[in-house]
């Protein structure tokens, strides 16, 4: 579910909760709970829980990488679930480490939400005795998500030394999550003369979160590309805008046998994708 996180130790380790129960409720009614909190391990003394703070003494989160420095990107109905690598540094060495991707003004405010760990501890690999960079995942799922999401995200980040020092900071990293897009095209008529007019039409569309469909992307630049058949290059033909619908449409005069295709370059909410040619046959 769309939730907020509680950040918390638990026997000397860190886990990310996520309560069933809301507490809080957004302005677009989206719920999660209320906490994300750092509390120390038994073995420690007292609370060292550091609010936007990368380091407490020798402790310091060095680098968060999530889903290998990509975007995410997010269809209409399956979660995607992307890897957040933490690197931290202690003199006594790295115990565990936690995550949490959110958005949001700040992190107590009632229009911040986010997505928190899948697992209990995380998977801690050693560079060297005070190195280590710990990797957890976190699921991102599209039936809690809105338009307006697709934006820069926060990485929260939280580290346990074996020493039981603890940091944590709320706005370590970002993260950008984009609508998965999509591009159809198709050129016709199939043979057809050479010196004849070849009409290619096609379609761009993205996840639209708020309706579970994908809606045609409006006013966007797309390029028309074509391949001879014995070539494996692309080159562009001229560019089009999807109109009003996302609906593709343009002439040719048909030359050569080859592949048609449209290729989409992106945009800040919406990534790159391109159709895989169709082929025509010239006379």
Not at 140 to 146: F, Q, S
Not at 223 to 229: A, E, H, I, S, V
Request: aromatic share 8%.
């Amino acid at each position: 579910m769309r939730i907020r996180a509680t950040v918390a130790v638990v026997s000397g380790a860190l886990a990310l909760s996520a309560f069933g129960v809301p507490a809080a409720t957004a302005d677009d009614g989206r719920t999660w709970t209320p906490d994300f909190e750092l509390s120390a391990p038994e073995h420690s003394t007292g609370r060292m829980a550091a609010r936007s703070v990368t380091a407490v003494d020798d402790l310091k989160i060095t680098k968060t990488v999530v889903n290998g420095g990509k975007a995410i990107v997010v269809g209409t109905t399956a979660p995607k679930k992307v890897t957040v690598a933490i690197t931290a540094t202690d003199d006594s060495g790295i115990a565990d480490a936690s995550t949490y991707v959110w958005i949001g003004s700040d992190i107590e405010s009632e229009d911040s939400f986010g997505f928190g760990q899948n697992e209990d501890a995380a998977k801690c690999k050693a560079a060297n005795a005070t190195t280590s960079t710990c990797t957890l995942t976190v699921t991102v799922d599209p039936a809690w998500l809105i338009n307006s999401d697709a934006t820069s995200w926060h990485v929260g980040a939280a580290v346990l030394s074996k020493d039981g020092q603890i940091v944590q900071n709320d706005t370590f990293g970002k993260t950008k999550l984009q609508r998965l897009s999509k591009v159809t095209v198709n050129a016709a008529p199939e043979p057809v003369k050479k010196g004849k007019t070849i009409t290619v039409t096609g379609k761009l569309s993205r996840a639209n979160w708020e309706t579970g469909t994908y809606k045609g992307y409006t006013g966007q630049s797309v390029k028309l590309q074509f391949r001879k058949k014995n070539s494996s290059t692309y080159t562009t033909v001229k560019t089009i805008k999807s109109n009003s619908t996302g609906v593709l449409k343009t002439t040719v005069k048909a030359s050569v046998d080859g592949y048609w295709r449209y290729s989409f370059a992106g945009t800040s909410t919406t990534p790159t994708v391109t159709a895989a040619g169709d082929f025509v046959d010239v006379k």
